[in-house]
């Protein structure tokens, strides 16, 4: 876990779902929700890839969405599509021009 940045990646990969519901309704959206109470950025994701994608990374798993989602997709981190919100584009961005920099995930 420790080696994970925010949102799951595989590689040079990112999974993206597709929201289905507003704000930003069929726009894709990284994986993640609101901390809750003390919980870790780490604790977060698990939690949040069970609710909104039925499974934990890695990614040779059968992904179930939640009603949330309408798709997914994996992406290259260096061609994907524009994100729902810019916090998420930028955190994305950012992690994407640290693997190109360093050649890795």
Not at 22 to 39: H, N
Request: glycine letters at 6%.
């Amino acid at each position: 876990m420790k080696d994970w940045k925010f949102c799951p990646r595989c590689g040079d990969r990112i999974l993206l779902p597709r929201r289905e519901h507003e704000p930003r309704k069929g726009s894709w959206d990284t994986v993640g929700g609101f901390l809750s109470g003390a919980e870790t950025a780490e604790d977060n994701l698990v939690r949040e890839e069970l609710e909104e994608i039925g499974c934990e990374l890695p990614p040779d798993v059968e992904i179930v969405l939640s009603e949330e989602n309408s798709e997914y997709a994996w992406f290259p981190l260096d061609d994907r599509p524009p994100l729902a919100f810019a916090d998420c584009e930028a955190a994305v961005a950012a992690s994407a021009a640290l693997t190109s920099r360093t050649g890795s995930a």
